[in-house]
């Protein structure tokens, strides 16, 4: 079974300019997260869809951030204009049901803003 | 806000200790606690734990749940190096079973 791929693996941009992540989660697992990971800090959810429904955005910073999942399978998050504190990795995962299901994570995104 | 609170943050020990770790959580409508091992970027599944007192084993690894006290271990016998890594706790709740992290816990083990 294929597991979740994102892409970029890395990527280093200059503050002010924009960039955006790609997850295409596990076959026919409904639910996909978002999570940003700070150096030294655990995973902080920014997104969570159910099919393409956003069901929990509530730490997502909407000023520069925004997050699409079109037909209920890939999802791209995008940030723009970056911020020198947006350097991370991003993490995506996805679950089957989204209730009392393992999630499977990514091998993530991490982001460098210059 | 739900919260998930690990300790200790950072425990250096010995190949063929003991180890335990903690996790506490306040979480609305709880519906289960995941253990996961990250030891680049992809946080790897260990257990999951949803009934009080019912312990998980793999191997060396252990971890049970105490609901009423709102709490879990996860034991690690035998620590060999390869055991290094960011333990992570996540508890799942709330309606759309929102997954919550803890910041993990650093487990360095020497030769």
């Known amino acids: 079974e294929a597991g979740v791929a994102q892409s970029p693996r890395y990527k280093i941009i200059e503050k002010r300019q924009s960039v955006a992540f790609w997850c295409n989660p596990i076959s026919g697992h409904a639910t996909l997260y978002w999570y940003q990971q700070i150096l030294g800090q655990g995973p902080k959810l920014l997104i969570q869809f159910q099919n393409n429904g956003v069901v929990d955005d509530s730490q997502l910073p909407k000023d520069r951030f925004s997050a699409e999942r079109l037909k209920g399978v890939d999802s791209t998050l995008k940030i723009q204009p970056a911020k020198l504190e947006d350097s991370a990795v991003y993490l995506c995962a996805s679950s089957f049901t989204g209730g009392n299901t393992e999630a499977f994570f990514g091998q993530g995104t991490r982001l460098t803003v210059v | 806000e739900d919260k998930v609170v690990q300790s200790p943050l950072s425990l250096v020990v010995h190949e063929g200790d003991t180890v335990t770790l903690n996790c506490s959580y306040e979480v609305t409508n709880f519906r289960s606690l995941l253990w996961y091992k990250q030891e680049k970027k992809a946080p790897t599944f260990l257990f999951m734990l949803t009934s009080s007192g019912i312990e998980k084993k793999s191997g060396r690894l252990s971890s049970i749940l105490d609901k009423k006290e709102l709490f879990s271990i996860l034991n690690i016998t035998a620590t060999q190096t390869g055991d290094s890594a960011v333990y992570l706790c996540?508890?799942?709740?709330?309606?759309?079973?929102?997954?919550?992290f803890g910041k993990g816990t650093l487990l360095t083990v020497n030769p």
């Open positions: 996540a508890v799942g709740g709330g309606s759309n079973y929102k997954l919550t």
